[in-house]
């Protein structure tokens, strides 16, 4: 089991960074494929970014591709989400999620424990 909370949410100019974070507790982080997805009122949830198990593995939405970077410390127990020139579009509650199986899935029910979101708001 893990428990995941994230950080770093704010309000920001379109083109300004956030960086988020995801702090985990509980049991054997490493073993859990980690990934980020983002909600905005009236939308479905859907994926930004997703690692897996070891860090070797990333993948992104085409629509964040080249700005955001996830990474992972499981000695910390975190993972991380770069963000660089922001767009209004970008505005939504980002949650880190977990999945126990390795390899990073888009869909959403595929993960097994989320963290309680935080809000990112870009400004025009």
């Known amino acids: 089991q893990v428990q995941l909370v994230e950080s770093g949410g704010g309000l920001v100019q379109a083109g300004g960074s956030l960086r988020l974070s995801c702090a985990a507790s509980g049991r054997t982080f490493s073993a859990y494929t980690m990934g980020w997805f983002r909600q905005a009122p009236g939308k479905e949830r859907e994926f930004v970014a997703g690692?897996?198990?070891?860090?070797?593995?990333?993948y992104y939405a085409d629509s964040v591709k080249g700005r955001y970077t996830i990474s992972r410390d499981n000695a910390k127990r975190t993972v991380l989400l770069e963000m660089n020139s922001l767009k209004p579009e970008d505005t939504a509650e980002y949650y880190c999620?977990?999945?126990?199986?390795?390899?990073?899935?888009?869909?959403?029910?595929?993960?097994?424990?989320w963290g309680q979101g935080t809000q990112v708001t870009v400004s025009s």
């Open positions: 999620a977990a999945k126990r199986l390795d390899g990073v899935s888009v869909d959403p029910n595929s993960y097994d424990y």
């Open positions: 690692i897996n198990w070891s860090g070797s593995g990333t």
